[in-house]
Every structure is written in C-alpha cells, then in structure tokens.
C-alpha cells in the first residue's frame, strides 16, 4: 500500500504528546491542553507523512535508551518523520512521575493522560491497534493538504511490540525500529510497514521457508528414489 493511500480526514483532537524534541504550546492544564499531534503536520511542506507514537511506560528498556541516544535519534529523524511518546510532558503538575537524566531531563509522565491517549488512538484507529502493555510502536499515515489541511488514515494504523532487552528477544528495539523507518524514508522504499516487521522472528521464518521447501523437496525425491530401488 502506497504511503500516500489515504482514507479519512482527521477531526481536530487535543493530544498531550511530546516528539523528541519540544513543539511550543505543548502541555497546558491537565495534560490535555496542547495540539502537538496536528502542530506537527501543520508545519510540514505538503504532501504524505508519517505519524509514529510510541506507548511504552517511563521504567521501559525504550525510555532508557531514549534518554542516552535520544540526541542522536533527533538528528537521525531529522525532518522526515516525527516520533512522539503519549502521556510525557516538559510541564510538572500534580501527579508527574520524573523520566531520565539526560535527554529526557526535565520530561515528566502521567498515567491519566497516557491513558487518555491509548484509549483515543485505539477508538479512531477501530481497534487496528490495541495496547500490549508492554513497548508499543504504532505508524500511521497522514497527508499534509496545499491548505494545510490534515488528513489521517485510520485504516493504514499498523504496530509492533518493540523488545524490552537488547538480544533477549525476536523483536526490534526502540533503536533498530528507528534506523528502519528512517533508512525506508531515505531511499523511498514505499514499504507498506515503513520497514518494519513484526520481528526478527519473522524474517528469519521467511528466510528459512525456502530451505525448508528446497529440504522437503530433496527428502521426497530421495525416498520416491528409494523405494524405486526396493531399498
């Protein structure tokens, strides 16, 4: 599916995101006041875009390593796609859970407005993508119009679990999903999932199917050859 293949328009949601880098106006009271979502395509050149959140809870193997890589995530990302992490503030308020030391210094998390998110993007998406409870990676695409007008694309939403420790799992980190993107961005690739699998497992399954195929075939032909021989 082309990433320009768009479906629905979007209605003008209140979202309290923070990308990796701080869009003004952000924030505000309860955690609900800020536009960030729809800030950031409005100031996108027209044209297809990528929207990209990530839910992942601030003890996460995902905001750690966002805390010590996420200078060179931002230059990475750079102005092709905006990656945003839902229920994470620059604003402290009642109820602010402090995340890093590093690049996430001075970000505060709320469970309420985490929540809030989940639920929203879960209920406009039709349930295209429901909360693991662990590290989720969820892309969607957008259109900016020559008006500056935004459409989104419900049904193109598309998600994977990234993996919460590096090598103890068959599925991407918050790293490895951030250098596929942006390496599928770069070269045009028009991949339907952005580059993006559900997780090694899988190509390694669609890697190994031709060898299971070629093994299979040579196992039948050796026992038709066999019986042909009365052995």
């Not at 998110?117 to 590290?135: F, L, M, T």
């Not at 339907?192 to 196992?219: F, H, K, N, Q």
Request: hydrophobic share 40%; net charge neutral; with cysteine.
């Amino acid at each position: 599916m082309s990433h320009s293949a768009l479906l629905a328009r979007a209605a003008v949601c209140e979202y309290s995101l923070t990308v990796l880098w701080k869009i003004g106006g952000g924030g505000g009271g309860g955690g609900g006041g800020g536009n960030d979502y729809l800030r950031a395509l409005w100031r996108r050149a027209p044209g297809p875009a990528v929207v990209a959140f990530v839910f992942g809870h601030a003890d996460s193997d995902a905001m750690r390593t966002l805390d010590m890589r996420g200078a060179y995530f931002d230059r990475r990302t750079g102005d092709l796609w905006d990656l945003f992490f839902p229920g994470y503030e620059m604003t402290q308020r009642p109820g602010a859970q402090s995340v890093g030391r590093r690049f996430t210094k001075g970000w505060y998390f709320y469970a309420d407005a985490f929540d809030r998110r989940r639920n929203e993007i879960s209920r406009k998406s039709g349930e295209r993508w429901v909360y693991s409870g662990g590290v989720d990676l969820v892309l969607i695409n957008a259109i900016v119009g020559e008006g500056r007008e935004v459409t989104i694309d419900w049904a193109s939403t598309f998600s994977t679990n990234l993996a919460e420790q590096r090598g103890t799992s068959a599925k991407l980190t918050l790293a490895e999903a951030i250098e596929r993107i942006t390496h599928d961005l770069e070269t045009g690739a028009e991949d339907a999932t952005y580059g993006i699998r559900e997780s090694r497992e899988d190509e390694a399954r669609s890697r190994l199917i031709p060898d299971l195929l070629v093994t299979t075939l040579s196992e039948i032909a050796a026992a038709l050859a066999s019986r042909g021989l009365g052995i």
